[in-house]
């Protein structure tokens, strides 16, 4: 530490000394900042982002178009005000630390955050960030990526001036998703073949791609550059793009590049890692109680995984431990003063006790104002004043309570908000189709037995209906507890044979017995019945039982089922109505905690399984003969209970990766459509249900393995989730409203405008020609004709298959198929090649194009128009077997 802090004082930028003490620091600048009674005079407290910088300990505000770029030398304040739905406002603020920013700077920073937290009346959620540690909700402020730049204010660096040009710098970005650039040296020594580097000269930004970086990061970086030519520039630098490994096709940008850099070398650095090393540790998540004691900490563990709520005392403050990857502390309202303000201190001296890295991200919240994961990690919350409404869900085995009155499914379309509350795409009155496995092909069940699932087949379920005048499709694979393995693989085989039949289009749920969701309840109309054995086989006759008992719940046809439990005393409960069906009579058992609407579908169901006389018995009145069935009477379940809101969680997204050799989630703070990546799975957990987004691009072991997955986050959720959620499987472009009704204002059309966008793309508009990203404004002409003599050296146009570039070589032009007449490749100079032994303009992500018609059909086994219909994932899976992925 002695030696840090000797090379800290040697920083030209450094103010302070760096042996002061922190406790003599403390003390100094609360003096300052309390003499400075205007140091929120600026703080605006509507909607919208602000940024402070610390300049000689003060609040310095950061001008709009700077936003996103950060001196490693300096220490940041974010506000971030958002209005909810509703009237309340909620605000985090964040104090970011520079890798290179003094102890000084760092202490003034806390300071200042934890005054404008009691300025904001306390309720603010406050967070440590660390320089290329930052958490999702600090970069989901930053769309298109984080800069990191030299130096510090205080060494005579200014913030962004606009149409300033006397610019020379290299950005290294990295990131497919969370994307940073980082001020490196100058150099062809900085360049890696992996990563993609911009050459900032100012009145031009050259974008130059590492062979093995993905379209992905690519578009990122397009995005980044030109945030930086309309906020820097005032919209009037031109970008270029380079695609390493493929120079010769930019000759005019690499005379900008070796002009600056020098000849490029032959060889460059290979491609790093984006993945930050995993320092999450392998315990559970803990609850501690953090205390002062006569000057020393403190440290009592309350309790660990999984959490509940009462566990958190309102006159104390406490520590979550979220398996070391983040420190949270939570603020009781009538903890004293002292503990509220020492809050952040505590952490960062329990990161230290605890031997944590200086990075690990640290938040602070108050009672009453938890941040959403917060209250991820118990397994129930209950927020003050919440009250039973649209969207709000039950406990496992109660059912949601559905308005039939007022369900509309017209209402369901037009706002899909209300689509994923309510859990249903529609009022289920489209069209069903069932099948059970039998001898581990799929046979078509009698309509006449729908609703009927037997505890020992496996079903699959087809819905189909409109919406928008298109048809939908969902696919339910029903498992019963009882099935053998053999049928429950092919369950999921048969229901990939479907999907295929319709183009891919269904959405693929996976329905564990007993725990069936809404919609699936709603398709059998208050019918559907549940029994725990045998099979419904034709033919099959199941084993006789001298009764059965069948637990009847739901209030109308959109939420009924009936499931069998043992036929003994133990399983009946006061709250619900039962159905006892013998060889001779049936009862229909009421119990005290039921209400009307409930008796009447115990009614409807009673009529389906029993033709027998029904007999309705009250509880506490039960005859002879019906305790006699049950095998005696006994005890059961006879307290009365209030249906118990289960907590209203807020959705979270994830990136899902196995590219480490285990499951690895990432969130997506503020998420919004154009999050999710179509290189990618996505999981979408909103509680009751977990959807898994499937990218039209995404890797084909990245598909196998999403339910692995999925399984995996439910298994290791530290608020103990149930293993059993339904799990949704969505392709892009075939998303039901039950899902786009998670995200603000979604495109439908997205996909397709994406779909034909590439990253160079040719001059739009004629004259001055520009190049266009998705979300970019069109690029000004080029500004220096010396750099850019005409369109075409900076925009380099795409290949056309019908007609090879002239630069092709002649080993290359050989070997055209003379079935094409000169217009077509052999399929050897595309099967199994990289990019970089493919013929001179072949584009590598349209190998396709450049075969004959019979050489396609040989190798993709379909003829092109038929390919063409087919969906994007599914060509995907024909090139990728064909070896021209």
């Not at 992996?194 to 995005?223: C, H, M, T, Y």
């Not at 040989?858 to 969906?871: E, I, K, M, V, Y």
């Amino acid at each position: 530490m002695e030696a840090k802090n000797e090379l800290r004082s040697e920083r030209p930028w450094s103010k302070e000394p760096a042996r002061t003490s922190p406790r003599q620091s403390q003390d100094k600048f609360s003096r300052m900042m309390n003499a400075n009674n205007n140091a929120f005079k600026n703080v605006r407290r509507k909607p919208g982002l602000q940024i402070w910088t610390i300049n000689k300990m003060q609040m310095d505000p950061v001008p709009p178009q700077a936003f996103g770029n950060f001196f490693e030398g300096d220490c940041y304040i974010v506000l971030y005000m958002s209005e909810n739905k509703g009237s309340r406002q909620s605000a985090d603020i964040h104090y970011w630390v520079g890798r290179t920013s003094s102890q000084d700077e760092q202490g003034a920073a806390a300071i200042y955050v934890t005054q404008l937290d009691e300025y904001l009346g306390g309720s603010p959620v406050q967070y440590r960030e660390v320089q290329g540690y930052e958490s999702p909700r600090f970069r989901s402020y930053f769309k298109n990526g984080l800069i990191y730049k030299k130096g510090g204010v205080a060494s005579g660096f200014n913030h962004v001036e606009t149409n300033a040009y006397n610019v020379l710098r290299l950005l290294h970005v990295k990131g497919r998703k969370d994307v940073t650039a980082t001020e490196v040296e100058v150099s062809w020594s900085s360049f890696n073949k992996g990563d993609i580097f911009l050459l900032d000269i100012g009145k031009a930004i050259v974008q130059w791609n590492g062979p093995q970086s993905n379209r992905r990061e690519k578009l990122k970086a397009v995005l980044l550059a030109q945030d930086i030519r309309d906020r820097e520039r005032g919209g009037r630098a031109q970008i270029g793009v380079v695609e390493g490994g493929d120079e010769r096709s930019s000759p005019e940008l690499m005379k900008v590049l070796t002009t600056v850099l020098g000849p490029k070398p032959s060889q460059l650095k290979e491609a790093t890692s984006d993945d930050v090393p995993d320092s999450a540790q392998k315990n559970s998540v803990r609850l501690y109680h953090v205390y002062d004691n006569s000057g020393n900490l403190v440290i009592q563990e309350v309790a660990k995984q999984p959490l509940t709520q009462d566990l958190l005392k309102t006159s104390d403050c406490f520590i979550l431990d979220n398996k070391g990857s983040s420190v949270m502390v939570w603020k009781g309202k009538k903890a004293s003063k002292e503990e509220r303000q020492g809050a952040m201190n505590r952490a960062l001296s329990y990161i230290k006790a605890k031997k944590y890295p200086a990075s690990t991200t640290v938040e602070v919240m108050a009672e009453g104002a938890e941040s959403a994961i917060f209250k991820h990690l118990f397994k129930s919350w209950t927020d003050k004043d919440q009250t039973q409404g649209l969207g709000t869900t039950h406990n496992v085995g109660k059912i949601a309570k559905v308005d039939n009155g007022k369900f509309d499914v017209m209402e369901l379309h037009a706002r899909p908000e209300l689509a994923a509350q309510y859990r249903m795409v529609d009022d289920a009155s489209g069209d069903v189709k069932v099948w059970r496995i039998e001898n581990l092909e799929p046979a078509e069940v009698d309509p006449k037995s729908y609703g009927q699932f037997y505890g020992g087949d496996c079903y699959l379920v087809l819905y189909s209906y409109k919406r928008a005048g298109q048809q939908q499709y969902i696919l339910y694979i029903w498992q019963g507890r009882h099935a053998t393995s053999d049928e429950i693989a092919a369950s999921a085989f048969q229901a990939v044979s479907i999907d295929q039949k319709y183009n891919g289009a269904p959405v693929q749920v996976r329905v564990v017995m007993g725990k069936e969701p809404r919609h699936f309840l709603a398709i059998f109309k208050g019918k559907l019945i549940i029994f725990e054995g045998g099979t419904g086989r034709p033919g099959v006759v199941n084993p006789a039982k001298d009764a059965r008992l069948f637990q009847v719940r739901g209030t109308n046809e959109l939420n009924t089922k009936a499931t069998e439990v043992v036929a003994r005393a133990a399983s009946l409960s006061s709250n619900d109505v039962f159905l006892l069906k013998t060889d001779n009579i049936s009862y229909l058992w009421y119990g005290k905690g039921c209400n009307g609407d409930e008796r009447e579908m115990g009614k409807v169901i009673s009529d389906v399984l029993s033709r027998h006389e029904k007999r309705v018995v009250m509880e506490g009145q039960e005859p002879a003969e019906f305790w006699i069935a049950l095998g005696g009477k006994g005890s059961y379940a006879s307290d009365r209970r209030f249906e118990r809101e289960e907590p209203l969680h807020s959705p979270r997204l994830f990136e899902c990766s196995n590219q480490t050799g285990r499951f690895k989630i990432t969130e997506v703070d503020d998420f919004a459509q154009c999050d999710l990546d179509e290189d990618d799975v996505m999981l979408l957990d909103t509680w009751e249900e977990l959807f898994l987004w499937i990218g039209n691009s995404s890797y084909e072991y990245e598909t196998k393995e999403a339910l692995n997955s999925a399984r995996d986050y439910l298994r290791t959720h530290p608020a103990g989730r149930d293993p059993d959620t339904p799990i949704i499987f969505v392709k892009q472009g075939y998303e039901p409203p039950t899902f786009t009704g998670w995200f603000n204002a979604w495109d439908p059309h997205k996909w397709s405008d994406l779909q034909n966008t590439k990253l160079n793309k040719t001059p739009v508009g004629g004259g001055g020609g520009g190049y266009r990203a998705p979300g970019g404004p069109l690029t000004s002409p080029p500004p220096n004709k010396a750099y850019f003599q005409d369109e075409t050296d900076f925009f380099p146009r795409p290949s056309s298959p019908t007609r090879p570039q002239s630069g092709m070589s002649s080993s290359s032009a050989s070997s055209l198929s003379s079935s094409g007449a000169g217009k077509f490749l052999d399929p050897e100079l595309l099967v199994n090649k990289t990019p970089d032994e493919l013929p001179d303009g072949v584009d590598p992500t349209r190998k396709e194009d450049y075969l004959s018609d019979q050489d396609f059909e040989n190798l993709l086994g379909s003829t092109r128009a038929d390919f063409q219909r087919l969906p994007k994932w599914r060509q995907n899976d024909l090139k990728k077997k064909a070896g021209i992925f």
